[in-house]
């Protein structure tokens, strides 16, 4: 399957009709009562945008997103008891997705959609690393070549997948992957609650979010723009500050909620950044708010009955899929050419 053609970019002062004019699709997960909560604990688009992964209790549902029926979509399921925390794409290799969940096993799956990328090895699990506890965030690095996982003890699995090889060659299943414990603080600050990480673009930095201060910042959520120029930084406070990479001040502070910020998301030209505001506290806030990057301006709200805990704009298009309203996962403009 062919990937999307890139969205034409949208000017600022043009982005808010274009945004109202798209519709949003509903995918509604197998057997629950619609009118109940999905609790989806992550989302991630594959590197194409050709497909989307869900985890939702102790699986991982793969939709594709012109497909609503979950009949016509790929269930990954590990056999092990427990919840799915988290799911990432590979950045070099379509087919592959890791997850990590509450047994303290970070897994790699061959993640082809029935019709999609191949047509063989759906949904087999490719191999396992024990991380020892819960992993409750993980991240690739650009290259593909490791995986970081953080667990909820604040200890940090590096998972070595060499292994995998490049984007063209074969999926083999069996083999090992390792994991060892690294310090991305390299010892300051003593035991430090780790909230999340990234890589930037190049894979020569990683930014970490803690607990207490300053990317190294105080904050849930930490993304690099795709053009680079900044990053961005999502807080308790409902606050999203936005980091000019050049001179390393802070460009913008958006009041993004009046709840803690869970979840940040560059639009594919790093033009918008939206900001959600789920999870399990009070303080969450509904709806999702779109600023202009540039100018800290915000441009639109998109708006929602429920606090929407993960956002992710599609890697090629102003898609955005986000999750946490009735039902489960939604998607912004699916379908449409913007």
Not at 53 to 78: C, F, G, M
Request: proline residues 5%.
């Amino acid at each position: 399957m062919a990937p999307p053609k890139v969205s034409r970019p949208v000017r600022k002062d043009q982005f808010p009709g274009v945004l109202k004019a798209l519709k949003t699709t509903a995918y509604y997960d197998a057997g629950r009562d619609n009118r109940l909560v999905t609790n989806i604990r992550g989302l991630a688009w594959s590197p194409t945008g050709n497909a989307i992964a869900t985890t939702v209790s102790n699986y991982i549902r793969i939709w594709d997103p012109d497909r609503t029926k979950v009949a016509q979509t790929l269930e990954l399921k590990s056999g092990a008891p427990g919840i799915v925390e988290k799911v990432a794409y590979c950045p070099t290799h379509e087919a592959v997705l890791a997850s990590t969940a509450v047994d303290g096993i970070c897994r790699l799956w061959d993640a082809r959609m029935p019709g999609g990328v191949a047509g063989a090895g759906k949904g087999t699990k490719l191999s396992e690393a024990k991380v020892g506890d819960t992993g409750l965030f993980l991240t690739w690095h650009p290259s593909g070549t490791e995986l970081l996982v953080g667990r909820k003890d604040d200890v940090v699995m590096s998972v070595d997948v060499r292994k995998l090889g490049g984007s063209e060659g074969p999926l083999g299943t069996g083999w090992d992957l390792e994991a060892r414990q690294i310090d991305p603080l390299q010892g300051r600050h003593g035991k430090t609650q780790l909230n999340e990480m990234a890589f930037s673009n190049s894979g020569r930095e990683l930014l970490v979010t803690t607990g207490h201060g300053p990317v190294e910042i105080a904050a849930y959520s930490v993304r690099h723009s795709p053009a680079g120029s900044f990053i961005a930084a999502g807080s308790g406070d409902g606050m999203v500050t936005l980091w000019d990479t050049t001179h390393w001040h802070c460009a913008h502070t958006l009041m993004a909620h009046t709840g803690p910020v869970r979840d940040l998301s560059f639009s594919y030209d790093g033009a918008y950044i939206a900001c959600g505001s789920g999870g399990d506290t009070k303080e969450s806030s509904n709806g999702i708010e779109i600023s202009h990057v540039d100018t800290g301006e915000r441009v639109h709200t998109i708006d929602t009955v429920a606090p929407a805990s993960w956002i992710a704009w599609h890697p090629l298009r102003y898609w955005l899929a986000y999750a946490g309203e009735t039902g489960g996962l939604r998607i912004v403009g699916a379908g449409s050419s913007t």
